[in-house]
């Protein structure tokens, strides 16, 4: 008999799938990789793929398919996937790829894969595509992310979008945001005032860049400093134990935000906040750090380099 292994970019994608299989009688194994890889530092000691979790039961495994969800994240956790698969000589004719057209986790139980997306079989291609895809994000400049070729990106569908929407997460040339900032502001600015209907707004976009615990992180960090561009948040929450307290997460769940006077003009374009707070985040592998740093002008195309502002 053959072993199976499946891997999937979240636990939601593991649990459809676990509850589709549960009926089966030759059940594969199910692997969730919950890793987040963006603005997060991609240092080993930091981003851990478990080799001994991973990539040992993947060469173990007769056959493996990979269930891929559209969002940026893990397009990125696939390219990881593949590099260090390569990088093992790991035999890539055992792996197929699931790209899903909707996130897996929100498929029903009863729907099965192939009425989803149809396996792609992994060839020597996409493997060199991954791995090109991969350094290129975990380079120490933007550079070689903004470079990559076309034939490079089409061998990982949605690699396209993903490549924008992170582009777009670079400090902009004039107010100095990146897409996750400003999408928080202009939620505030448009109404969506509870912190738990930001969250919805983020759920909702068609490439959310983060995840529930990093915009928690985030919000405590725009409201947070001596120039906050938000107020009326209760409590500060971090990424690693926002969900320890309920009381406390409830209270900032709840809290009523409003754009201070200097969040108003940096998103109307008049202030540029890394002037006035300075920044220290990573995008990829590149460090963003003090009051310059690198800037992505996406009317322009142009990625601007700390010497050149």
């Not at 929407?165 to 448009?190: F, K, N, Q, W, Y």
């Amino acid at each position: 008999m053959q072993s199976r292994l499946c891997l999937t970019c979240d636990d939601t994608a593991a649990g459809y799938l676990k509850a589709h299989k549960a009926e089966y009688t030759s059940r594969p194994e199910i692997v969730s990789l919950p890793l987040r890889l963006i603005r997060t530092c991609l240092a080993p000691q930091v981003v851990k793929l478990d080799e001994a979790r991973v990539l040992t039961r993947l060469g173990a495994a007769d056959c493996c398919e990979i269930y891929v969800d559209p969002d940026p994240n893990s397009q990125l956790l696939l390219t990881l996937l593949l590099a260090k698969a390569h990088t093992a000589g790991l035999d890539c004719r055992k792996i197929h790829l699931r790209h899903g057209p909707l996130r897996w986790g929100h498929v029903d139980a009863s729907t099965p894969p192939d009425a989803v997306a149809l396996p792609v079989k992994v060839a020597d291609t996409h493997m060199a595509a991954a791995t090109a895809i991969w350094s290129a994000y975990a380079a120490p400049t933007p550079e070689d992310w903004l470079n990559l070729s076309h034939e490079v990106l089409t061998h990982v569908p949605g690699m396209h979008r993903t490549r924008e929407a992170l582009l777009d997460d670079l400090p902009g040339p004039d107010t100095g945001l990146g897409a996750c900032e400003r999408l928080v502001l202009e939620s505030v600015s448009a109404g969506q005032c509870r912190v738990g209907d930001i969250a919805g707004v983020f759920a909702q976009s068609p490439s959310p860049l983060i995840a529930l615990p990093q915009l928690v992180a985030l919000v405590s960090y725009l409201a947070s400093s001596t120039a906050p561009l938000i107020e009326g948040l209760k409590g500060r929450l971090r990424e690693g134990d926002f969900a320890d307290d309920a009381y406390a997460w409830y209270a900032f769940r709840d809290s009523h935000l409003e754009l201070t006077v200097l969040g108003r003009s940096v998103l109307a374009g008049e202030t540029d906040v890394v002037d006035v707070r300075g920044i220290d985040r990573w995008w990829g592998g590149t460090r963003l750090k003090g009051n310059t740093c690198w800037r992505w002008d996406d009317g322009a195309r142009l990625l601007l380099s700390p010497a050149r502002i």
